[in-house]
């Protein structure tokens, strides 16, 4: 009895090593995540950056790596990515696999270290407006002080961030060309503190870290972030509203409804999807374009043009609260309006077509003789003829010629009722009559 009872205890008490030890082994297993950051910047990556942070924040992981090369992008996604790096409780490192320019560099400042591979590039980040130049200088100012507040508040020297978005510092410890941005190289970068290590690869990056043996994760974009950040991009919703506007003028001039119409209507779908799930563009947005159209159709069988105005304005108004960039919707706007009008003018002047659709509400045919129509039947055959006035005539009235009521008027004197009268001139419907003496014989 004694020997089974030591048996007992023995296996249980390699069991409570053994769950000790597997517990102690997955409490010392560190979470990392590893999100990728490329291409253009813009608001479709923000919302799929969002989403990663809330997994990541969710499974508390221990450490976000931004794994980062893109050529920059929109500022104002920038500004949210970086706030949303900046206020997560997680640990992040920006891993930068070959370039982080312009707003690229600016989501690496915000991140707490920076790692680089050896032929890798930081900087260059200077406001470009949508014609590819420089901004103003208010833009300029907000964006030269942003990248100095993402260096300061992670330790490092915010006179290198102002040299990366504001042209003509001196920076004599750099090899670099007057009057141009500062784009640092990794050694540079590690040189003056920008860069915490050069590193060949992802793997070499977490035995940096010595984080090898780590439970990573990879947060991947789905097809539909995929799809939204090209919609979304400032490059592509130009191209969609021309695109938009360009079809729903062909359908215009054409008969029925076709692939032009169909191709427009498609257009408007993708953007308002792209930026819907970019997380831009609310069912709101949507419902008033949705009203704004309504309001254009209405208008064309009500008078007044007050109700075509409000809806102009509402589809306006929506496309501006879809964008989320002032300044780039304006400038697609602009080009899609510019090609919808010179494809108008192509139409009406080259070749001649009028607009099918209004074909049906505006009234294209004259009323001429030829065709049949006649305005006022032309009664020369009265004249000289003789009647009676049926009525007083003052100078207005009626008289019975030939045994028929016709209205006739006077000269302009009275002529009483049963008064013999005769026809001096027909001029379309108006008959002009004068009081015959009854001595004189009445003339056929």
Do not use: C
Not at 49 to 77: C, H, M, W, Y
Not at 376 to 386: C, F, P, S, T, V
Not at 397 to 422: N, P
């Amino acid at each position: 009895m004694g020997l089974w009872r030591s048996a007992f205890f023995m296996i249980i008490s390699m069991l409570a090593f053994l769950l000790f030890f597997q517990s102690a082994s997955v409490a010392k297993s560190e979470k990392v995540y590893i999100v990728p950051v490329q291409n253009t910047v813009e608001n479709g990556l923000y919302a799929f950056l969002e989403r990663a942070f809330q997994t990541a924040e969710s499974n508390k992981a221990d450490l976000v790596i931004l794994e980062i090369n893109t050529p920059g992008g929109a500022i104002d996604a920038a500004g949210k990515i970086g706030k949303l790096i900046s206020d997560t409780p997680i640990k992040t490192a920006a891993f930068v696999n070959n370039r982080a320019l312009s707003s690229g560099a600016y989501i690496s400042l915000n991140a707490d270290e920076i790692y680089m591979v050896p032929n890798a590039t930081i900087g260059s980040a200077a406001v470009i407006d949508s014609s590819g130049n420089m901004a103003g200088k208010k833009a300029q100012s907000y964006w030269v002080a942003a990248m100095e507040t993402a260096a300061e508040q992670n330790g490092r020297d915010a006179k290198y961030a102002r040299a990366m978005a504001e042209e003509g510092i001196i920076l004599p410890e750099i090899d670099k060309k007057k009057g141009s941005l500062l784009t640092l190289t990794a050694e540079e970068a590690q040189r003056v503190g920008y860069s915490n290590g050069t590193v060949s690869g992802s793997a070499a990056l977490l035995e940096e870290l010595g984080l090898e043996d780590a439970a990573i994760r990879h947060v991947n974009e789905t097809f539909s972030e995929k799809l939204s950040r090209f919609l979304t991009s400032p490059f592509v919703v130009p191209f969609l509203l021309t695109i938009a506007a360009v079809g729903l003028v062909f359908e215009l001039f054409s008969p029925g409804f076709g692939i032009p119409g169909l191709t427009g209507i498609t257009a408007l779908i993708l953007f308002f999807y792209g930026h819907l799930v970019a997380g831009l563009a609310g069912y709101e947005t949507i419902a008033l374009f949705i009203i704004g159209i309504i309001l254009i159709v209405l208008e064309l069988f009500l008078p007044g043009g007050i109700i075509g105005i409000f809806g102009f304005a509402a589809v306006i108004a929506s496309l501006f609260m879809a964008s989320g960039d002032v300044i780039n919707m304006a400038f697609s706007l602009v080009i899609a309006l510019t090609a919808s009008i010179l494809v108008s003018i192509l139409f009406v002047k080259v070749f001649g077509r009028k607009m099918n659709f209004f074909k049906k509400m505006i009234l294209t045919d004259s009323t001429k003789t030829e065709k049949g129509y006649v305005s006022n039947q032309n009664r020369l055959d009265l004249i000289r003829k003789q009647g009676r006035a049926l009525t007083d005539l003052r100078p207005s009235g009626t008289a019975i010629i030939q045994e028929e009521r016709v209205d006739v008027v006077t000269e302009g004197s009275f002529i009483g009722k049963g008064t013999l009268v005769k026809v001096i001139k027909a001029e379309g419907s108006r008959i002009v009559v004068r009081e015959v003496d009854e001595t004189i014989a009445m003339e056929d």
